[in-house]
Nanobody, 118 residues
């Protein structure tokens, strides 16, 4: 069984920065891709960013493009999300996910809260 554990959330002011990390553990971990999602109160979970585990290609949602950066440290089974120029609308619980195919997200973390104050 694969476990994903997020860390790095917290409270930050408008325009500030945070780094989220997601560490994977368990049996041999070799995902196809890893990504970040978020869910704000009263809203559905939405996609934030994804990284291809072997090739390193990335893709971002429009609302974070240019402000957030996803990266991986494959040797440590870790994926990071660097968030800059944060806005109050970025406030949400952020979830790490891992997928073994292009169409599935097989594993999810428990989430970490990010709050951006205005």
């Amino acid at each position: 069984q694969v476990q994903l554990v997020e860390s790095g959330g917290g409270l930050v002011q408008d325009g500030g920065s945070l780094r989220l990390s997601c560490a994977a553990s368990g049996r041999t971990f070799s995902p196809y891709r890893m990504g970040w999602f978020r869910q704000a109160p009263g809203k559905e979970r939405e996609f934030v960013a994804v990284i291809n585990w072997s090739g390193g290609s990335t893709y971002y949602a429009d609302y974070v493009q240019g402000r957030f950066t996803i990266s991986s440290v494959n040797a440590e089974n870790t994926v990071n999300l660097y968030m800059n120029r944060l806005k109050p609308e970025d406030t949400a619980v952020y979830y790490c996910a891992a997928g073994t195919t292009t169409s599935m997200w097989n594993y999810w973390g428990q989430g970490t809260q990010v709050t951006v104050s205005s």
